[in-house]
């Protein structure tokens, strides 16, 4: 008798448990279901505005200014837009987008591999040097992370009108000079990502190299930069991006003289703001380098941006 009354809770317990498992079974799935309804619908609202750039970038100009894009059913679409955005015939700047290329990426490279060679060696040196008010600096690194580059925008210029003044080298209007203020309000994010990236490292690895006789200049380029490459995989799209989209501080340091395609794409809207069709295909036409940058590097991004934030 005692032993069948053993038996029956563990039975009835293992059915309860058994209808508890089947209930959550179903009730995933509609889960997944409803959440790919949500997902879908922001994404449908997100794309919208493309889909509105990419339709106004095939209209006339008389369909576009006349008419909204919604519009478009039973009007003429035509791929001329693309022709004058690139070859410039109606840009305020006098040159095309072609030339305006050139600028961006010689703007864009340095300024992207500049803070990324500077944060490396100082995530190294906050991750695996020892040196007295290490945490301090590094709280002073992160602290400049809420500075904005446009409270920044006169001081700086001061600055290069008094080194122009002292030395006689102009400095506003050339490539250096949007090449030091992407790369030092770049620096704070890039060291931060790279040194929480680097403390998740073996540090094993790098005692034993120590241990083999390596200096710390061969443990950094052999070992750890190696080892850091999604980390700067995921820093260098970032920041391509940035400063690829890019207005005001490559307006206001590389000038006219030096227009990128940022403003470029401002001319094209002509002198009476009635190139918008010319605009919304000059922007198809700039999107494509960052999106080709984004898919090849995408298998690094999220790898390294979520290293390090939990330990």
Same mark, same amino acid.
């Given at each position: ?96 987008? @072609? ?6 990426? @010689? ?58 003044? @002292? ?86 340091? @590389? ?57």
């Amino acid at each position: 008798m005692t032993s069948s009354t053993q038996v029956t809770p563990t039975v009835v317990q293992t059915r309860n448990a058994s209808a508890v498992s089947a209930a959550t079974k179903t009730a995933r799935p509609k889960r997944r279901v409803l959440l790919t309804v949500i997902l879908g619908v922001f994404a449908v609202l997100w794309l919208l505005p493309v889909l509105g750039l990419l339709i106004t970038s095939l209209r006339t100009t008389t369909d576009a200014l006349s008419t909204g894009w919604w519009t478009v059913l039973g009007k003429s679409l035509t791929f001329e837009n693309y022709a004058n955005a690139l070859s410039g015939a109606t840009s305020g700047t006098g040159q095309s987008l @072609a030339s305006e290329f050139f600028n961006t990426v @010689a703007i864009v490279l340095p300024a992207t591999v500049l803070p990324l060679m500077f944060a490396a060696f100082a995530a190294y040196g906050f991750t695996f040097l020892e040196f007295k008010g290490k945490e301090f600096f590094f709280a002073v690194v992160v602290g400049l992370l809420v500075v904005p580059v446009q409270i920044s925008l006169v001081p700086v210029l001061q600055t290069y009108s008094a080194i122009t003044k @002292a030395t006689g080298i102009q400095i506003v209007g050339t490539y250096p000079a949007a090449w030091i203020v992407h790369s030092s309000f770049a620096l704070p994010l890039c060291i931060f990502i790279l040194r929480n990236y680097m403390s998740t490292l073996p540090n094993a690895l790098v005692e034993a190299a120590r241990v083999d006789g390596a200096s710390h200049f061969q443990i950094f380029w052999r070992l750890i930069m190696p080892m850091s490459i999604p980390a700067l995989a995921s820093f260098a799209i970032f920041q391509f991006i940035w400063v690829w989209n890019d207005y005001l501080v490559s307006f206001i340091f @590389a000038g006219t003289t030096n227009p990128v395609l940022q403003v470029g794409l401002l001319a094209l809207k002509g002198q009476y703001n009635q190139g918008w069709n010319l605009v919304a295909a000059g922007s198809f036409v700039v999107m494509i380098i960052p999106l080709i940058v984004f898919f090849s590097l995408q298998r690094f991004f999220v790898r390294g941006l979520t290293a390090g934030s939990v330990k």
